[in-house]
């Protein structure tokens, strides 16, 4: 059974830092383009930051550029995402979703992954 599990997340003031993390167990995270995704109250999801197999490719949002970082670690089937200089209009569900098609293209759309976790809450005040 194939399932993602989002954790790090929480309550931090404007300028702090939070790590997220995402455990895929079912299938081997190597084979799987990844990427994050958050939801704020009232707003569609949207995409964050992708990341090819190996870590070798990435593609961000615009307005994370140069704040967030992606990675992953195959040999524990995780792929993390580095968030530093938070601002408050960063507050959102954040999930995690794996494109399983087997093509190394990171995508942005929403309907283009597969799995997704059950989110995550990060909250920034100002």
């Known amino acids: 059974q194939v399932q993602l599990v989002e954790s790090g997340g929480g309550l931090v003031q404007a300028g702090g830092s939070l790590r997220l993390s995402c455990v895929l167990s079912g299938r081997t995270l190597s084979r799987y383009v990844m990427g994050w995704f958050r939801q704020a109250l009232g707003k569609e999801r949207e995409f964050v930051a992708g990341?090819?197999?190996?870590?070798?490719?990435?593609n961000y949002a615009d307005s994370v550029k140069g704040r967030f970082t992606i990675s992953r670690d195959n040999a524990k089937n995780t792929v993390y995402l580095q968030m530093d200089s938070l601002k408050p209009e960063d507050t959102a569900i954040y999930y995690c979703?794996?494109?399983?098609?087997?093509?190394?293209?990171?995508?942005?759309?929403?309907?283009?992954?597969?799995?997704w976790g059950q989110g995550t809450r990060v909250t920034v005040s100002s």
């Open positions: 990341i090819g197999w190996s870590g070798g490719i990435t």
């Open positions: 979703a794996a494109d399983f098609r087997l093509v190394e293209r990171i995508q942005v759309g929403v309907r283009e992954y597969d799995y």
